[in-house]
């Protein structure tokens, strides 16, 4: 089992629509997390960290975390083309350091 | 205010040749991280330094790989000698600290022939 387990997609979206993304991780005492967006051919762009347990809003993204459950979501709302990238989902251990990534969720936005 | 620089962006070198990456982090970001993207694939960390010391280099394979970063600012990341399978993308990050956000350079395409 991968440490954060992510749908590979692609996940295709009408624009306009919510775009879900999930993302599932095995280690219990992970404390931090974030979502990057990754552009084809370009590297990772940080677009929200969340580090409690709810929902943590920034424009149109919502960042969902259940320690409990072990999940973590991104909610893209009103999702424009220039969304489509691939989202990392990453975890980082309680003291720090190297965050685990899941392997990413192609999004696609069909205009 | 400056986002992480690397150096080069691409390189494509022969198998068996050398090869060195150059990072320079967002001024003040005492942690300064290497990893490497496969295609398809998330990154995963090689080597992790506080200041000058490497504090996690437990996926960094030795026997080829080395890294350094003196003065704590600038780090250089080697190959020597580059296999086939090195092919990848090198990414450096950088963060106020440990546990907090990290940030990525542009990274550099290496491809072995």
């Known amino acids: 089992q991968k440490e954060v387990e992510q749908n590979s997609g692609p996940l295709s979206v009408p624009e306009g629509a919510i775009a879900s993304l999930n993302c599932t991780y095995s280690?219990?005492?992970?404390?931090?997390f974030f979502w990057y967006r990754q552009y084809s051919g370009k590297s990772p762009e940080l677009i929200m960290s969340?580090?409690?347990?709810g929902d943590k809003e920034d424009g149109r993204f919502t960042a969902q975390l259940n320690k409990a459950s072990q999940y973590v979501s991104l909610l893209i709302r009103d999702s424009q083309p220039s969304d489509s990238a691939t989202y990392l989902c990453?975890?980082?251990?309680?003291?720090?350091?190297?965050?685990?990534f899941g392997q990413g969720t192609e999004l696609s936005v069909k205009p | 205010e400056a986002g992480v620089v690397q150096s080069p962006r691409y390189k494509i070198i022969e198998k068996k040749q050398p090869v060195a990456f150059w990072c320079n982090p967002i001024?003040?970001?005492?942690?300064l991280y290497w990893y490497l993207q496969n295609l398809g694939q998330g990154p995963e960390l090689l080597i992790r330094y506080e200041n000058e010391e490497a504090v996690d280099d437990s996926q960094l394979p030795k026997d080829r790989f080395s890294a350094e970063r003196l003065k704590g600012v600038d780090s250089t990341l080697k190959i020597q000698p580059a296999e086939l399978g090195d092919s990848a993308v090198y990414l450096c990050?950088?963060?106020?600290?440990?546990?907090?956000?990290?940030?990525f350079g542009p990274g550099t395409r290496l491809t072995v022939l």
């Open positions: 990453a975890s980082s251990p309680p003291r720090g350091g190297k965050l685990i």
């Open positions: 001024s003040g970001h005492n942690t």
């Open positions: 280690d219990r005492v992970s404390q931090s």
């Open positions: 990050a950088s963060s106020q600290g440990a546990g907090n956000e990290q940030f």
């Open positions: 969340i580090y409690s347990n």
